[in-house]
């Protein structure tokens, strides 16, 4: 038989090695399927819950009424009506001093000092100013007042609030019986006097304000 050359061993060699060297890498990799298990995970452990927005709510089954909310655990209390004791009124003047033909302008202010809302009157119907020289009523919105009106209002604790339309006073003596007539006595001026007295909704304010004519 005649000898073979060394390339041929040599090929030979390399054909076994390489085949080794692949039965090995293949029991490697069985060896880590068995162990390692990487599956196990998402067959044997738990499964996710569904999201709030895929739960389903079960339905009423018929003849069976759906709860609803009670009606008294959403209701505000009542706001009572307020009180002499938390209710301080005041004239308001929109000068002190008013020079010859200027006619005052007179508002109301309303201070809540309690602690809860109340709820006034503020119409026309319960609003009386009256203007007086000493003990000389010279004049009163009441006397020839033309359709008064009633408006409940809410006054918020711990605040004041003022009118928005201001009541004028003519500079004239009032009286039911002359509203009519255009020559009225006028209020003398030349710096006189006049105290500022205000009502609304059963509360007269404590003092007055003091305007002078000219």
């Not at 029991?27 to 298990?37: D, M, N, R, S, T």
């Not at 309690?114 to 503020?122: P, Q």
Request: one cysteine or more; glycine letters at 8%.
């Amino acid at each position: 038989m005649p000898r073979r050359s060394a390339a041929v061993y040599r090929r030979r060699r390399l054909v076994v090695i390489g085949g080794l060297v692949l039965l090995l890498a293949a029991i490697g990799v069985g060896v880590w399927l068995l162990i390692a298990k990487p599956w196990a995970s998402a067959e044997t452990g738990p499964k996710p819950s569904a999201s709030s927005s895929e739960t389903s709510t079960p339905s009423p089954s018929p003849g069976t009424a759906s709860p609803s909310p009670d009606p008294s655990a959403s209701q505000t209390p009542a706001i009572v009506a307020c009180e002499a004791k938390d209710v301080e009124v005041a004239a308001v003047a929109d000068a002190e001093t008013y020079a010859a033909g200027v006619l005052p302008k007179l508002s109301i202010s309303l201070t809540n000092k309690g602690t809860k809302d109340c709820t006034i009157d503020v119409g026309s119907t319960t609003q009386v100013f009256t203007v007086s020289s000493g003990s000389d009523v010279w004049w009163r919105s009441t006397d020839c007042q033309k359709d008064p009106s009633s408006m409940i209002a809410t006054l918020t604790a711990g605040t004041t609030v003022t009118s928005k339309d201001p009541v004028t006073w003519d500079r004239t003596r009032s009286s039911v019986e002359t509203c009519d007539q255009e020559n009225r006595q006028r209020a003398p001026g030349g710096g006189a006097s006049y105290h500022v007295e205000v009502s609304i909704g059963g509360f007269t304010s404590p003092s007055t304000v003091q305007i002078l004519l000219y």
